[in-house]
């Protein structure tokens, strides 16, 4: 016989937007069931192990790429979610970026603006222990909490050509927080060895969120389907991983796994619709490399990415072309992969090694990220294949950029090059890098379309939320955790008051 | 690398690595398996980015400190 529990208020997800929902809540007296299909792996034992993720059947991911499109898809199965592995930087979105159709023409509006997300910015900066300094962009609103990182060597070379220029915003810290240390420029960030980049585990051990009342964490746990009876959900069917089935029967329900694994419950539970799983985006980088007629000053700097150009960031041109931010990488072009090649040609000695020095020397890393139209192509569906549990994988269609994005970086390349022809600057090597960690827009929110309201709130079940990544209208080329953080948070307050009310 | 390694994985990578790159195994291999040959040994050598700085001779020594990466100024 299936066991069964009645909760409050349930969570499925633990990553920024389970767990910022979870903490709002729970300071407002509701019980709240956390439900994550990884386990708990401490930072020290991420150390050991070099993994993010413990050996449990939940954490193994279940998607697959369609057969058509081929894309890397980076996530964590685990407490905390992909606050375990990402690197921490964390810009706002641009006043435009919330209304891309009324400014541009393209794309479309945000249900809720900047003005309405600006003070749950502030607040997510002070949680996660942002490091960032002044932003005119912004205004004279003071950002972050805690002193920037300075400009490195490579950020003063080159912002006066990139202008705006402004220092990163970024989770690492400057000053140490929770007795933990500061950043120290190791420049391996998804292992920070001293603990600086900011994780969740953080904020369950700074705020014991854990240990407060009302709040349970069920690790180990895959939801496998929402049952829906009218308009509300009445039960949460999970499996743990020794095949033990339990259903949880909540007040409400909030999906905040990730942009995949949101629309893949959705499918699973049948509350398909015409844009459940898709307008999928990720952001693509471009590692761009142009050799300078003078050093680049790499290697020096207090941590990975310093400084962020906004010189293709915004205006009118966006209802034609893709936006750009552009993040020099301190620690210069990829050394190895150089030596292997050129010793692979038969090149060896102090020839070789004085060759790649003084292209060390002289070649600049941006590494640039950049925006697309919101694509009904891009899909999550469910798959005929099976994972461990019986449940259908996610399937994954994801075409390459085209179009808009590419008109937006072939304009970024160009003019790149004249604004950095006082350096001497011309591009060598563009490398795409894709991340796949940002899973944007698979349950996008709107005024009156989309798959959930401007609270969030599902359309047809009323009792049912979609919070994350899945929830972006369109994308901005910002990187989206401080979004996805304050919008978490907006969402716990509204279903604090519409509890109290 | 050699106190970070076993000795039986040392040695296959030197073996692996001298064979692509001296002759006759150079000529005989092509580059994209002479890269493959290549890779286990500069990796694990280059594996921290204080051992990068240690190569470019942009400080003198390789520590242990886990810090050990950008130079900061």
Redesign the interface.
């Known amino acids: 016989m299936t066991q069964s529990q009645e909760v409050d208020v349930a969570i499925v997800g633990s990553g920024f937007a389970g767990l910022l929902a979870a903490r709002e809540l729970v300071a407002e007296g509701r019980d709240v069931t956390v439900i994550e299909r990884g386990g708990l792996l401490r930072h020290a034992e991420q150390l050991r192990s070099q993994r993010h993720e413990i050996d449990t059947p939940g954490a193994l991911h279940n998607h697959e790429s369609h057969p058509e499109t081929s894309y890397h898809w980076d996530y964590t199965y685990g407490v905390g979610g992909s606050s375990l592995h990402w690197t921490g930087v964390v810009p706002r979105l641009l006043p435009s970026d919330f209304k891309m159709q009324s400014a541009f023409g393209v794309g479309r509006d945000w249900p809720i603006s900047y003005e309405d997300l600006a003070p749950l910015y502030s607040e997510a900066e002070q949680l996660l222990s942002v490091a960032a300094g002044p932003n005119s962009l912004f205004g004279d609103e003071r950002l972050g909490a805690q002193p920037a990182h ?1 400009l ?2 490579t950020d003063r070379l080159i912002a006066p050509f990139l202008g705006p220029f402004f220092t990163l915003p970024q989770a690492r810290s400057t000053v140490s927080v929770g007795g933990r240390s500061k950043c ?5 960030c998804r292992f920070c ?2 603990d600086a980049r900011y994780s969740l585990l953080h904020l369950l051990d700074d705020t014991d969120l854990a240990g407060q009342s009302g709040f349970e964490l069920r690790e180990r746990t895959v939801v496998s389907r929402l049952r829906v009876e009218g308009d509300r959900v009445v039960a949460i069917e999970t499996v743990a991983e020794g095949g033990e089935r339990y259903e949880i029967r909540p007040n409400v329900v909030v999906l905040a796994a990730n942009g995949l694994e949101n629309p893949g419950i959705l499918l699973r539970s049948g509350l398909d619709g015409p844009d459940v799983g898709r307008w999928l985006y990720d952001h693509g980088h471009r590692l761009v490399q142009l050799e300078l007629d003078r050093p680049a000053n790499h ?6 990415i310093t400084g962020i150009s906004y010189a293709y960031a915004d205006g009118d041109w966006r209802s034609d072309r893709g936006a750009q931010l552009v993040l020099p990488y ?2 210069g072009f990829d ?2 992969v150089e ?3 050129q ?4 090149r ?1 000695g102090r020839e070789m090694m004085s060759d ?2 003084r292209r ?1 020397e002289h070649t600049l890393v941006l590494d640039t990220v950049g925006d697309d139209l919101p694509r009904p192509d891009r899909a999550v569906e469910l798959s005929p294949r099976k994972d461990g549990f019986g449940l259908p994988l996610n399937r994954i269609r994801y075409p390459a950029d085209e179009g808009y994005a590419e008109r937006g970086r072939t304009f970024m390349y160009r003019d790149l090059e004249r604004r950095l022809r006082p350096l001497g600057a011309r591009i060598v090597k563009i490398k795409e890098v894709s991340l796949g960690a940002h899973q944007l827009g698979t349950c996008y929110m709107g005024e009156d379309e989309g798959v959930v309201d401007p609270d969030q709130r599902h359309r047809s079940v009323r009792n049912l939320y979609v919070t994350g990544g899945s929830s972006f209208p369109t994308y901005s080329p910002a990187h989206p955790t401080l979004t996805i953080c304050a919008l978490a948070i907006r969402l716990g307050r509204h279903l604090a008051r519409a509890s109290s009310s | 690398m050699r106190e970070r390694r076993s000795r039986l994985d040392f040695v296959a990578r030197v073996v692996l690595f001298a064979l ?2 001296t002759l006759p195994g ?1 000529w005989l291999m092509p ?1 994209a398996a ?2 493959r ?3 286990p040994f ?2 694990k ?2 594996e ?2 204080g051992d ?2 240690f ?4 400080v003198e020594e390789v520590t242990d400190d ?8």
Do not use: Q
């Not at chain 1, 120290?184 to 391996?188: K, L, Q, T």
């Not at chain 1, 290697?299 to 990975?304: F, V």
């Not at chain 2, 886990?66 to 100024?73: K, N, V």
């Open positions: 300075p490195s060597p120290c420029g190791a420049s391996v060895p001293v290697g020096r700097g207090s941590a990975l301190n620690p050394v190895p030596i292997i090649s010793v692979a040609s038969g060896t790649i020095r060390f | 692509a790159t150079r580059v002479a890269k040959a290549v890779r500069v990796f050598m280059l921290r980015p990068i700085m190569f470019l001779g942009e886990p810090c050990r990466g950008l130079i900061a100024e």
